[in-house]
């Protein structure tokens, strides 16, 4: 019974995660997209990325509207879900959750403004300045609640006495050992995939309508986007596997499926596990893991054998950090091949098969930012807070939790197709050239008015 | 020197203050806009609420927020005790605050004129104030069971007593009263005057049942809690001085003139009734298990969430009077030139 409420707690909280996450991360990657495409807008006087600017804040502000719900919906059942949780680690992960509020108003604040002050400057740079403030908001709102993360799987920042948390450094708390390897992960990927999102849909569209002047100067903005971040993020991939084998070798190993600490370790892509748990039809690189974890072929790495049964992570992480890495070299090499077709003049970079891949890494790069985030997750179990508090202590005891799980399925099911609904009959009756031609004509009446009225 | 926990709490009731102001100002405007509709008056005021609520919408909700991790971040305890027991009628404030604020966006930016969405915006208006007031009919005391290491809400007693129905009806004639009063208010500023007399007439009619539930809500208080009913007399001067305030923005409602000091006039009503109320409460939070000195975190949290609070209100007040100058105060964008 007891056991039960706490897998369906875990259910709920995983579900309202999983749906957020997406909506997170276009939250925390478009804005700088839109902020990118105006500024190029003004300076190269190009309509074609003012008007992208104008359509993604467009499809942005809806996102938006599900990131909010769902990230009140997260914020409260932190304590519905897990009161026991929040009264312990409260008194030291308080800080940053209250500064993420700070920084989501900040945003929300100034999206309000961008969104309804499109003409009202006469001075374009003074519109393309809000987007700071948004984008700044966006990040920090990621840093806060990342080092939240942090803290939970490298709890700093307290001494432990009779079951409670004392002489509290909330600062410490926040700048955790964790704490920058996770950031520089979390915005790297975020920004990828805000980036991919954009391209895939401009790529897709070109598929279905044919090529057009706005489209690919949409698709060529956001793959260097895309090749910028994806090497970014294959740094932070490495930087966060580094800090793992340095701090918690016990998640690394389980990702791997290291058992035996060995110098010279391979690392082991794919496979299952038999029966004797042994590892079979993975492919072997030799030495490739301890290269990963320390930057030396020959060093060695702890396996999941030193550590206590009841401590080790579950042994499904492995496909969940395989997949994650994957994904994320697979658009990499796909942002690599778009820009050696595009300099390579005898190729042409919109062809058929280069736009389905590109149509692909946008779903592909979400799916990689939920494989990442269940490993970050699952990875740190059976704690809740890594040495101090098991996920079972931390739960409800309340058995309704089950029963709010499929009200929430619900919920999450509703508004996902809204979304998409909605999203579609926004653009689907404006193609953006029609709406280009529009703006031109608008643009120039206004000036006859103005010369008129000389 | 004062201390950080009276500091934290404070602060704190003075954000759920504030979230009663804009909230009611919000839910209400919903629901008016959605009965209009079915009055077939929705020409007369629906650009008018539209316009006001577009570039604030998603602001509400953060005060909300804020005031709910705040507490929890001063008063650790709250977490164990509300989080427990509210899991059921929290999570239905949570998908209430869900539907509310995405559908709010998919009628504004996608699909204008639907009824259906209109609908859930407005019946969701009223059904949010009626769940969140739970927690402060908990807060009473009474209405929690703690059986060794968990904490149950004790439905029964919740449904049956008279003190928590009472309370959830004035929050709802609250969020009408308030949300009446401003948008007379706003549709006077707007020089809008078919909107304005219909503003008016929703102000005037709301304002009797919000003095009649709070005045009820008072007796059955001093049933449940005598204790808070005690301390709040002690504050008759607050009360009465809230009393005073209703009538004068009465009194300017029914003269149909300065229709902004009547809008002050009704915050500050709320103002001087919400601080008695809460005063009174004081030393708990939650009557009898936490109290602000029980409950709450250590110094040196309590002193960092304060600096972090401090600062995030130099950002915050700039960016907010930025706003009210660009929208809610701008003649042009009100009246709908802009």
Redesign the interface.
Known sequence: MAVDTVLWSKWLTGLTLAFHAIFATVGVGVPLMIAIAEFIGIRKKDPHYTLMAKRWTRGFIISVAVGVVTGTAIALQLSLVWPNFMQLAGNVIALPLFMEVFAFFFEAIFLGIYMYTWDRFRNPYIHWLLTIPIVAGASMSAFFITTVNGFMNQPEGFTFENGHFTAVNPLQAMFNAATASKVFHVLSSAYLTGAALLAGIAAFTMLRKGVSAYYTKALKLMMGVVLLFGLLNTLAGDVSAKFLAEHQPEKLAAAEWHFETESGADLIFLGWLNAEQQIVGAIHIPKALSFLAFGDFNAEVTGLEEFPLDERPPLLVHYLFDFMAGIGFAILGVALLYFLFLLWKKRNELNKWMLRAIALTAPLAFLGVEMGWLYAEIGRQPWIVRGYMRVEEAATSSPSVRTLFFVFLLLYVVLGMMCAIILRRLFRNKPADEELEKLMKEKQAQAIEVGESV | MISYELIGISVLWLFLYGYLIVASIDFGAGFFAFYARLTKQDHLINRLISRYL???W??T??F???F???I???F?????????A???P??I???L???R??????EN???KDNIVYLFLYGASGLLIPASLSVALTLSEGGFIIVNG????LDYMALFTSPLSWMIVILAIVSVLFISGTFLAFYASRAEDAPALRLMRKFALFWSTPTIIAALTAFIYLSQHNERHYQNMMDLWWLLALSVSFFMLAMWLLYKGRRYGLAFISVMLQFFCAFFAYGIGHYPYILDPYISIQSGA??E??GV??IA??IG?LC??IP??I??FK??LFNVDYVKGK?
């Open positions: 577009s570039p604030v998603e602001i909700n953060v909300l927020v804020f709910f991790v705040g929890v971040g001063f650790p305890d709250t977490a164990y005790y509300y989080g427990s509210l899991l059921v929290g999570s404030a949570i998908i605050l869900a539907i604020g995405s559908f709010y966006a998919f930016y996608g699909s290491e968990s904490v149950f975190t250590h040196s949290m960092a969430l972090a609070f995030g950002l915050l960016s907010i930025l706003v660009l929208f802009k």
